[in-house]
């Protein structure tokens, strides 16, 4: 009973305070994510209120947070609308592979850390938070814009990705032989590929299911059916993220809008939950002595984020705002990039690895909800438009120059 009462006292006060931070955040129009974050570090371990019980608690909570953010983003697209953008931006997945997972590959080599480690830093630098992403984008009113869904096909081809590279890297991890770990990246595709055809093929069926005029019981049906398949997906060795992902695309039209407003206010709070526990993970004192490597890794990701977002915005024929969005939008790292450094340490890979790891996330958590913020903001705007004017005043001042050392030539004009 003891234990009891300290588990609800330490969960009331978490969820308060952070009722509390989202309060000053709406004061001070920003994100309450990086404050979220910060909360995180305060209770976890080496922080100044270490929670006693409920870190377990706050642990399936934040998972379930992960998952209610994947499920009400897949809400907002239909399934043929998923594969359209995907074939539309294959090319741009590839490039946003290339220019992120170059970084952390590059720095664990050049540190000597072998190249497992490199393979594990790669994922690391790689993957975009999709839950911190979603909630950027539906906090910012960015849902609707044109950049969005290039956002989207690029934050599925990392998932599907992270599909295939998780089971490689824990074959990696763990010495596994070839052929041990071919069959787990083949487990992994073949439980991808199922879960699309069915949510393309079979998606008005899912919908008769899981239809009701009573909202309990549409609530009911839509998250214990993401909760299935993303632990279905989750067993077979695929992101939970991308099981939950797809059941919310298998659903569209009316139903997807009347799910999606019941799923938003329980989607917020186990979110908020999520981003603490993700704070609860990162020992304050490990952070120091790997402070300066992990904000020159953070630096250079934030670059190569925001080309592959201005790379595939303008391969999609979006202007020069919509690029600059949809690069910062990719910025925020997150769930995946945890999960794959404790998978690496846990191996052994490096023990420097988790703190760099955890670092560098905590880092482009906390920085790319307040970029999108700033950039949402009127003064951003006009600056952006004061700067285009000047820029595209200097482009035409050298016809006006080059004219001048000829002045008679051109009275003659």
Request: charged share 10%; aromatic share 6%.
């Amino acid at each position: 009973m003891h234990e009891t009462a300290i588990l609800f006292l330490e969960l009331g006060g978490v969820v308060l305070g952070l009722g509390v931070l989202g309060a000053l955040a709406l004061r001070a129009g920003i994100s309450p994510i990086p404050l979220y974050l910060i909360a995180g570090l305060a209770f976890g371990q080496g922080g100044l209120l270490p929670l006693a019980t409920s870190e377990e608690f706050i642990s399936v909570g934040a998972e379930l947070g992960v998952i209610l953010l994947l499920l009400t983003l897949g809400l907002e697209y239909n399934a043929d609308e998923l594969v359209g953008s995907l074939r539309g931006n294959a090319r741009a997945g590839i490039v946003d592979l290339v220019l992120n997972a170059a970084p952390g590959a590059a720095c664990a080599l050049m540190l000597g850390w072998g190249p497992v480690a490199a393979v594990a830093m790669a994922g690391v630098t790689y993957a975009t938070s999709s839950g911190i992403t979603a909630k950027v984008l539906s906090d910012l009113g960015w849902i609707g814009n044109r950049e969005t869904p290039v956002v989207l096909s690029l934050l599925v081809f990392e998932d599907l990705t992270m599909a295939l590279y998780l089971p490689i890297l824990t074959a990696l991890l763990a010495g596994l032989s070839l052929l041990s770990g071919a069959l787990t990246v083949a487990i992994a595709l073949a439980t991808v590929t199922v879960v699309l055809v069915v949510a393309l093929r079979f998606g008005k069926y899912i919908e008769a299911f899981v239809a009701s005029p009573n909202s309990e019981v549409l609530l009911l049906k839509v998250i214990g059916l993401a909760m299935l398949v993303a632990g279905a997906a989750q067993q077979l060795q695929v992101s939970a993220a991308v099981g939950a992902f797809l059941v919310g695309i298998a659903l569209s039209g009316e139903l997807a809008e009347d799910a999606r407003a019941l799923l938003t206010p329980i989607r917020d709070l186990f979110a908020a939950v999520f981003f603490v526990f993700f704070g609860l993970q990162t020992d304050p004192g490990a952070i120091p002595p790997v402070a300066g490597l992990a904000v020159l890794l953070a630096v250079v990701s934030m670059a190569t984020k925001l080309l592959t977002g201005i790379y595939a915005a303008k391969r999609a024929g979006i202007g020069r705002a919509g690029r600059t969005r949809a690069g910062i939008a990719l910025i925020p790292r997150g769930e995946f990039n945890i999960v794959i450094a404790g998978l690496a340490v846990g191996a052994g890979a490096h023990p420097d690895l988790g703190p760099l790891a955890a670092t560098y996330v905590l880092i482009l958590a906390a920085f790319g909800p307040l970029a999108a913020r700033v950039a949402s903001s009127p003064p951003f705007s006009r600056l952006g438009e004061v700067l285009r004017g000047a820029f595209a005043g200097l482009r035409r001042r050298p016809d006006v120059t080059a004219a001048q050392p000829e002045p008679e030539a051109s009275k003659d004009g």
